[in-house]
């Protein structure tokens, strides 16, 4: 049985911006996938980020709603795990040198550690490490 992966569908002003924000995280275009109006985004085998035109995005949309000003409104928060707090820290500085912003402030929880950005588009994204002992612990209590 095939995994389950799972496809984001962002909306953006900029598709050649916003290919390239994503490919400065380290990510690659499946230009399969891509054309003049989307761009697939390979996070990893079972993770893919669909960038679409605003216009392309709003063919897939219910008739009427309107799209989400993600720079003035949260829509979705997108959250990776990350293998260590250092390559939290690696995905946020790189995001944040590639023309992000910050979306809120590090967290440090001792067994969880977590960073965030915004996309040149505005979109929340969300990166942290959780130390395995404290996933396998709670675990064990239940």
Same mark, same amino acid.
């Given at each position: ?42 996070? =990893?085998?079972?993770?893919?980020? /669909? ?6 995005? &709003? $063919? @897939?949309?219910? *008739? ?36 992000? =912003?910050?979306?809120?402030?590090? /967290? ?6 977590? &960073? $965030? @950005?915004?996309? *040149? ?22």
């Amino acid at each position: 049985m095939a995994p389950q992966m799972i496809f984001v569908n962002l909306p953006v002003k900029d598709l050649g911006a916003g290919k390239a924000f994503y490919e400065k995280l380290g990510w690659t275009i499946n230009p399969q996938f891509s054309d003049e109006s989307s761009a697939c985004v390979v996070v =990893s085998d079972t993770i893919f980020v /669909m960038l679409l035109t605003e216009e392309k995005f &709003r $063919s @897939f949309t219910a *008739p009427g709603k309107d799209l989400t000003d993600a720079t003035k409104s949260t829509e979705v928060l997108i959250t990776l795990s990350a293998e260590s707090r250092e390559k939290a820290d690696e995905l946020a500085d790189r995001a944040l040198a590639a023309g992000g =912003s910050p979306a809120k402030e590090p /967290m440090d929880m001792g067994f969880m550690y977590g &960073r $965030s @950005f915004a996309d *040149p588009d505005g979109h929340h994204w969300e990166v942290f490490w959780m130390d395995p002992a404290a996933v396998q612990g709670d675990a064990a209590q239940g």
